[in-house]
């Protein structure tokens, strides 16, 4: 099962790859080939994809396409967003403890009203800290690339510990990565963003299912116990 599903990411990862290629040739978006872009838009397909499916390797991908994405943010003036890249890259670990095993995972559930405040307090903190300091290091777009950075850790700490609510997130997320990448000459990595919000959708139509379906178990019948002569 687990290959079928790796098999599955392979695949959508070098289709959706090679169509965001000739899309932006077509469109006059790519003038050159950028070989680390290429290898962080394939394998970050390939997460995202491990992702929607439940499956745990899909940190293993994360974490290579965050390595491959900091290099590529940092040699675009992309400061936040190489660091927000260069940060996860290690601590995907987190999530990938947190999960558990593909056979026991974690179960999907909604973010409870006590716990809310406190992931959105730690990313708006990170957030505002993120903007004042690449804005004086003098990165491009700071206080839009910080925005990526701060709705980035919120939704990864939400996706970390299977919260319905990380789809939201992300689909913000998207809308300005989009807005911002598509400026800064990252086409590839741009048009990518486009199917990630459409991911999105998908993603918490799968992960609803998959809630509902464990809420939905009837619970069993107590054993009967015989009535003492």
């Known amino acids: 099962m687990s290959k079928r599903y ?70 675009s003036d992309l400061l936040a967003s190489a660091v927000l890249n260069a940060y996860l890259a290690p601590t995907l670990a987190y999530g990938w403890f947190r999960w558990r095993k593909d056979e026991i995972t974690r179960p999907v559930q909604h973010l409870s009203l006590k716990a809310a405040p406190i992931y959105i307090g730690v990313s708006l903190v990170l957030w505002f800290g993120a903007s004042q300091l690449i804005d004086k290091l003098g990165g491009t777009m700071a206080f839009w690339d910080t925005a990526i950075l701060g709705l980035n850790v919120l939704a990864q700490l939400l996706l970390d510990n299977k919260k319905l609510e990380n789809w939201y997130v992300w689909a913000i997320m998207n809308v300005i990565a989009i807005y911002v990448y598509f400026s800064n000459g990252l086409a590839l990595v741009g048009f990518q963003y486009i199917f990630f919000l459409i991911n999105t959708v998908i993603g918490f139509v799968v992960w609803r299912k998959s809630m509902l379906a464990k809420t939905d178990v009837p619970a069993q019948p107590a054993a009967s116990v015989p009535l003492e002569a």
Not at 19 to 47: D, K, Q, R
């Open 6 to 75: 790796l098999l599955e990411a392979l695949t959508l990862g070098v289709v959706l790859t090679g169509l965001s290629y000739i899309v932006g040739l077509a469109m006059g978006w790519v003038t050159t080939l950028n070989p680390v872009e290429v290898f962080a838009v394939f394998t970050s397909y390939c997460s995202t994809w491990l992702c929607v499916r439940e499956r745990r390797l899909n940190y293993v991908y994360g974490a290579i396409s965050s390595a491959a994405y900091a290099y590529l943010f940092y040699s």
